[in-house]
C-alpha cells in the first residue's frame, strides 16, 4: 500500500543534526497536550487509508510528520532537573505515539484479517500505555502549580500529603503507607516495615515532579543495601543522642531547601540574587545532612575509624569528598559540590547573570546557573533516598521516627495544632478546629471530601508526635457525609503500642488494648464479637505453641479481656489456661471451651464509619 510505504519512510527519516551553535531544545511541555489532537488526525488518517479515500496519502503524511517534528523536540531536550522528569515523560509518551503508529500502519497493510486484529490488539495495549502516561502528565502538572505556590515548608507539607494522596488513590494514612510500602518493597527486594512507605511515598512526590524518579529509586535501594550490610555500626551510631541532634538538624536543612528552591523555581530564569540564595542552599546541603551521612555511613562500614564526636568536627568537604572518592559510595553522594561549598566558604564566587565563576586554587570553574540548580536537587535527592532508606532500615529493627520527632518545631511550623490540622487536611478534612488543654485535647473537623471507615489506629499514632506529653486524653469528631462521628479515649495505651516493632504480637495485642480503651460514637470503638472472635482465633492457634509460650500468649489475651470487661470471655480464657496446664478441659471448663470454637467459627462486621 503506496500510503502506508511513504508514512514509514517519513517516520524512518533520521533527525537533522543540530549545528555546534545550536541551542538545546527547551522542555517539551507542550507533548503531552497534543497527544489526544494528534490521535484524533492519526486514526482518521488511517480510517480514509483503510477505504482508499482520495487525499488519504497526504493525510497520512501529516500525521507522521507532527510526529516526528515531536519526536526530534524530545530528543534534542535537556535532561535537567527541575524539567527532567517532564521530558523524560514526553519521551516516553513519544515513543508510545511511534509504536501505536507502526502498529496501526502494519495493521494496514496486513495480509489478512487474523494478522490485522493481532495487530490492532498491540495498539491498542500500547494506547493504555499512552493514556496512563497523560494522566500522570496532568498529575505532575497540578503539583508543579502547588509548588510553584508553596511560600512555606508547611505549605510544601500541604502539597507533598496532597498530591501523594492523589497519586496513590489513598483516602487516608494507612492507605497511603501502604501503597507506599507496596511499591518500596519492589525497589527493595526486601521487606518494607513501619511507616517508611509513607515517607517513600511523600518524597515520591518530589521524584516524580522534580528529581529523576529512576535514579532516586536505584539510591535507596543502594543505601538501603550498605545500611543493612553494616546494620551493626549503624545501631551503635544511632544510639549516640548527639549524632540524632545532628541527624534532625541536617533534615531540618533539607526542608528549609526545598522552600529555598521553589522560590527560585518561580524565576522565568534565575537572576543574579536568586543564585546567590541558590550557592548557600547547596553549601548548607553539603555542611549539614550530606557531612552526617557521610560520616554515618564511613564510620559503620570501617572506612574511619574515630568516634563520631571527634569526626563531626572535621571538614565538611574532607568528609563528603572521601565519600564521593569511594567506587562504592560515589553514586550516593552526587550532586554534593565540594567546590561550591568552598567558592561560599571563602567568598570565592562571582555571581554573574547567566553563570557563577568560582576561583579555585588553581583554575576557575564556571557553572550555568541552570547548572547550578540541576546539581543543587541532585543532591536533594541523594539525602532524601538516604532518609527513605534509613529510616526502613531501622524500622526492620524496631526503630520508629529516628531524627524526626519534633521536627515540626525546628522547622518553624505553627506549632502542634497547625500540624494536626495539616494531617487531617492531608486526609480530605477541612475547617479543622484544634482546642488544647492542660491534659485533654479535643478536635473537630468539618466535612470531610470522602465518606468511609476512621482507622483509629493509623490516625491517632499519626497525630501522638504532634501531641505535647502532658496530654493524657484526646476527642475526635468528624462530619462525614453519613452524620457526625466522635472518638475518643486514653493517649497513653497508643504510645505504648506505638513502642513494639510491628511485626509483633505485642504491637497487635497492644493496638487491641489501645481500641478497646476507646469509643466510639458513645459505643466501645471494638465491638465485643469482633474482640471475641479475634481473642478466640489467637487462644486456639496458641494451642500448637510449646507450654510456656502457649500459657503467656492465653494470659495476654485473657487482660484483654479484662479491660474489655467481657466476663463470658475471660471465663473461656482462663478454662483454656487450665485446660493446657492439665492436659485436658474437665467438664466444668469444657463448655467454656466449647465457647472459644463457637466464637472462631461465628461471622462479625465491623463498621467503624
Known sequence: ??????????????????????????????????????????????????????????????????????????????????????????????????????????????????????????????????AELTEEAAWMSRTALKFDGAESVEDVVNVLFAQGFEFYGASDLYGLNAAGLEELEGVLGARAPGASG?????????????????????????????????????????????????????????????????????????????????????????????????????????????????????DATAIVRAA?????????????????????????????????????????????????????????????????ALTAMLAGHGISGYGTLDLHQLCGFAGQRRMIAILLEGMGCRDVLVTPGPSHWQIDAGTAARSGPIFLGGLVTAMLRFLPGTADTLSLTVRLPDGPHSLGGPLEPWRDFTSHPSDSNEYVTGMIRASLMWTHNGKPYLPGDVLRRWAAQQALEA??????????????????????????????????????????????DQVFFDNLKTWRNTPVQLDLR
Open 543 to 588: 494451642a500448637d505453641r510449646p507450654l510456656p509460650a502457649r500459657v503467656r500468649r492465653m494470659r495476654e489475651l485473657k487482660a484483654l479481656a479484662a479491660v474489655a470487661e467481657d466476663a463470658p470471655l475471660h471465663g473461656a480464657l482462663a478454662a483454656a489456661i487450665r485446660a493446657v496446664r492439665l492436659g485436658q478441659p474437665d467438664k466444668a
Open 324 to 388: 564521593q572518592q569511594d567506587p562504592e559510595l560515589a553514586d550516593l553522594f552526587q550532586g554534593l559540590d565540594c567546590d561550591l561549598r568552598n567558592a561560599q566558604a571563602h567568598a570565592s564566587a562571582r555571581y554573574e547573570d547567566d553563570r557563577l565563576v568560582m576561583d579555585l586554587r588553581s583554575t576557575s570553574r564556571a557553572i550555568p546557573w541552570d547548572e547550578v540548580l540541576d546539581g543543587t536537587l541532585q543532591a536533594q535527592e541523594a539525602l532524601l533516598a538516604w532518609q527513605v
Open 1 to 130: 500500500m503506496k500510503a502506508v510505504q511513504n508514512a514509514l519512510r517519513l517516520l524512518d527519516i533520521p533527525p537533522a543534526s543540530a549545528s555546534p551553535g545550536d541551542a538545546p531544545s527547551s522542555v517539551p511541555s507542550g507533548v503531552l497536550r497534543e497527544v489526544p489532537g494528534w490521535l484524533d488526525d492519526f486514526l482518521a488518517a488511517a480510517r480514509c487509508v483503510a477505504k482508499g479515500s482520495p487525499g488519504c496519502e497526504d493525510l497520512l503524511a501529516e500525521s507522521v510528520v507532527s510526529l516526528t517534528r515531536l519526536r526530534d523536540h524530545t530528543a534534542g531536550a535537556i535532561r535537567r532537573r527541575p524539567q527532567l522528569a517532564q521530558v523524560d515523560l514526553a519521551c516516553q509518551a513519544v515513543d508510545s505515539m511511534e509504536q501505536i503508529l507502526r502498529t496501526l500502519l502494519e495493521a494496514l497493510s496486513s495480509p489478512s484479517p487474523l494478522a490485522a486484529q493481532t495487530c490492532a490488539v498491540a495498539a491498542q495495549r500500547r494506547l493504555d500505555v499512552l
Open 198 to 314: 509513607l515517607m517513600f511515598a511523600l518524597h515520591g512526590v518530589f521524584a516524580r515532579t522534580m528529581f529523576d524518579r529512576r535514579r532516586f529509586n536505584d539510591l535507596v535501594g543502594q543505601a538501603h543495601a550498605l545500611l543493612t550490610a553494616h546494620a551493626d555500626g549503624v545501631l551503635a551510631l544511632v544510639a549516640d543522642s548527639v549524632f540524632e541532634d545532628d541527624l534532625r538538624a541536617g533534615l531540618l536543612e533539607v526542608f528549609d531547601s526545598c522552600t529555598q528552591i521553589s522560590m527560585v523555581l518561580r524565576q522565568s530564569h534565575i537572576p543574579r540574587h536568586a543564585g546567590r540564595a541558590l550557592l548557600d542552599v547547596a553549601a548548607s546541603l553539603l555542611e549539614g545532612p550530606g557531612r552526617v551521612l557521610a560520616s554515618m555511613i564511613m564510620l559503620a562500614s570501617g572506612r574511619k575509624s574515630r568516634p563520631y564526636a571527634k569526626l563531626r568536627h572535621d
